[in-house]
């Protein structure tokens, strides 16, 4: 017996609504399936419902086989048509079922401040702030299995071992969930991995492997590889982060199993900045968190675990040092910089006052800055100036809301293409950028098409090898030769636009022709989708200016475009000649000098004349010495990490006031 229905589950099938479905699916003796583009799998098992990757307004099919099929469909399809009906909010549900809180930018070298020449580990800026304290590394040993065959008679008292190991997971979970320090946030997190601790598809893998005559060590490591490797594949970035899940679980079960505690975070010191190659979610969430003044380590990104457990903690984390992170083993003192990704290990004295000073001076400018959240910045004559977010991810949403962002002035694509074993479809770049265009409205959403070249590679696309890759093949460049993945984009970006206010830009740009060029294929993916039935809407076409050449050419490219949007990290390295990650020139790199200011100028003179908005999303875009000057030369966006944003309204409203 079966029934279809759309699903109306907010973002799909993830953690949690997977956990609610597979609850009421239990509570029938039926076997229940679900069933999607042909593909059944148990409704009992979380893990399995979560790998089907079932989205919001997908068609799905309830299977069900048994003496109460026809209750169990009732339920479950009910809950899929209307998951809210019926049921308490748990606490740390909403937590749990995406990543809550903001990453901030991947770190580029040029956050430095220039001239610096101490030397730093570079990783991924997963969590702003600085810090600077003692340094509690933490490195417990890989776990492996015996690799022992089990005897035949041997089977049934190892099953009952692993059995009993993963009830003593389970209820060391529930003694963490039940304790009232634990935060929202965080309950929902272990939660979800609760869930994968008790779930069929684990269970069900060990148990067959010991069956096949692994002991159970090695069957648990075995069976959480495998169950990882699934969630990795799938084309959902959220999911691909559930692999990390499935290894800490696993490697909890272990532990119990060889009668082995894991290294406690407990005798962590105030303040200590805490460094690991990998740490669990669960032992993170479980940890003094109060007193751990940083994170460091070698795994991790922006939206592993790790990362949302420490920003919604506030506290900074430099993420994914890879092997770096053995250089810091030995540290005894470490100053981290969670808004440029770097680490300085054992830094001296003019590094320790600097951070010392930089810590405190960021505790206070942060109590005095919340006022400005919803102030709207307005230049004296009452012209808005909207300060804008840059970010590149959907996990940011809420930190650029939480910042009182004013729509996205940069969203960053490239996250998107990078976090995958390959090309991201159209259908997950468009439910990407509708998602972005639905929070921010009625602000406007500006979507960055591809910006990437050779030297950050990404799956799927092969680069040639470049003496100069920052003057070769990148960007719209790259897209306009390789219109199978441009398309795709545009046809994402199309059929978001129905959902908000989506503008796009093209970064790189050096020529009108590649404006142009762009148009016609806007154009071409209009009448493809029209053709299809496909709904869409009309985008605002505009450039980046970061290139000289852009600059020369702004008062012909305005003619061309709906607005400017400036991009002083790169056009400060291509106006001055001085490549933007080489410390060596770093002096050179600066947005300020009067080289850069002119070509500024003549950008936003093009761009008033010809009447279109004249934005600026580069790192200067948020600095508050310089802020007076671009409004004065008539840009009306700023776009910038929200973590600037407060700052820069403040110093808008304090500009006006002056007059
Ligand atoms: C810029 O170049 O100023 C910019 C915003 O783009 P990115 O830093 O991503 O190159
Ligand atoms: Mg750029």
């Known amino acids: 017996m079966e029934r279809s229905t759309i699903v109306r589950v907010h973002e799909g099938l993830h953690a949690r609504p997977a956990t609610r479905f597979v609850k009421l699916a239990k509570g029938f003796e039926s076997d229940v399936e679900l069933v999607k583009d042909g593909k059944a799998v148990s409704a009992k098992s979380s893990v399995k419902l979560m790998l089907l990757a079932v989205k919001e307004n997908q068609e799905v099919t309830v299977r069900a086989n048994g003496a109460d099929a026809i209750e169990a469909i009732e339920a479950l399809i009910g809950y899929l048509e209307n998951p809210r009906a019926g049921l308490e909010e748990e606490p740390g549900e909403a937590a749990a079922e995406a990543p809550a809180t903001a990453a901030p930018e991947v770190a580029s070298p040029a956050d430095a401040p220039p001239g610096d020449a101490t030397p730093k580990l570079q990783g991924v800026a997963a969590s702003e702030g600085v810090a600077i304290g003692p340094a509690f590394a933490h490195f417990p040993a890989e776990i492996e299995g015996p690799g022992r065959r089990l005897r035949a008679e041997e089977i049934d008292g190892e099953i009952e071992r692993f059995r009993s190991a ?125 007193r751990i003044g940083g994170v460091v380590c070698g795994h991790g990104g922006a939206t592993s675990h790790i990362a949302i457990i420490a920003r919604s903690h506030g506290i900074p984390a430099v993420l994914g040092l890879g092997e770096k992170v053995n250089a810091l083993r030995a540290a005894k003192e470490v100053a981290i910089d969670g808004n440029a990704g770097h680490v300085i290990v054992d830094p001296d004295e003019a590094v320790r006052s600097d951070f010392t000073r930089r810590v405190e001076a960021a505790a206070q400018e942060r109590a005095g800055l919340t006022v400005f959240k919803s102030v709207t910045p307005k230049r004296a004559d009452g012209t808005v100036i909207e300060v804008a977010a840059n970010i590149g991810s959907l996990e940011e949403i809420e930190a650029a809301q939480e910042a009182g962002a004013m729509g996205v002035g940069l969203f960053r694509t490239e996250l998107l293409f990078m976090r995958h074993m390959h090309l991201p479809s159209e259908d997950m770049q468009a439910e990407t950028y509708s998602a972005l265009a639905k929070a921010f409205a009625p602000h406007s959403v500006i979507v960055r098409t591809l910006d990437i070249g050779g030297d950050k590679p990404i799956a799927g696309i092969e680069f040639p090898d470049e003496e100069n890759p920052f003057l070769g093949w990148r960007g719209i460049r790259m897209c306009l030769d390789r219109p199978d993945i441009f398309k795709k984009q545009l046809r994402a970006l199309l059929r978001a636009a129905v959902h908000g206010n989506i503008k796009v830009m093209l970064p790189m740009v050096s020529e009108i022709a590649e404006v142009t060029r762009t148009r016609a294929l806007v154009e071409e993916c209009a009448a493809e989708l029209k053709a299809e039935g496909v709904p869409h809407a009309a985008f605002d076409l505009g450039v980046m200016i970061e290139t000289p050449a852009a600059v020369l050419i702004a008062p012909a490219l305005a003619r061309e475009v709906a607005f400017f949007s400036i991009g002083t990290n790169d056009l400060t390295q291509y106006i001055m000649a001085a490549d933007r990650l080489n410390p060596t020139v770093a002096k050179l790199n600066d947005v300020a000098n009067p080289a850069v200011m002119s070509a500024i100028e003549l950008t936003a003179k093009a761009g008033v004349a010809a009447g279109i908005m004249v934005g600026m999303c580069g790192e200067a875009a948020g600095r508050p010495d310089l802020i007076p000057i671009f409004v004065k030369m008539g840009l009306t966006e700023l776009s910038m990490s929200p973590a600037s944003i407060q700052r820069a309204k403040k110093t808008i409203a304090a500009m006006a006031a002056e007059k």
């Not at 003593?168 to 309950?187: F, H, I, K």
């Not at 929902?188 to 692994?214: F, H, N, Q």
Request: charged residues 25%; proline residues 2%; contains cysteine.
């Open 166 to 290: 993963i009830a003593t997971v389970q209820a060391r979970m529930d003694r963490t969930l039940a304790e009232d320090s634990l935060s929202a946030g965080d309950r929902g997190i272990v939660a979800a991995l609760r869930d994968i601790a008790a779930d069929d598809s684990l269970t069900g893998e060990v148990e067959k492997l010991i069956g096949e005559g692994d002991d159970a060590v090695s069957a648990v490591i075995g069976a959480a590889s495998t169950i990882a490797a699934d969630f990795s594949a799938v084309d959902d970035h959220y999911l691909n982060a559930r692999a990390d899940d499935v290894h800490a679980v696993g490697r909890q079960i272990c532990l119990v199993l060889l009668g082995q505690d894991e290294v406690s975070l407990e005798s962590i010191p105030q303040g200590a900045i805490l460094i690991a190659d990998d740490i669990g979610a669960w032992d993170l969430a479980r940890a003094p968190l109060k």
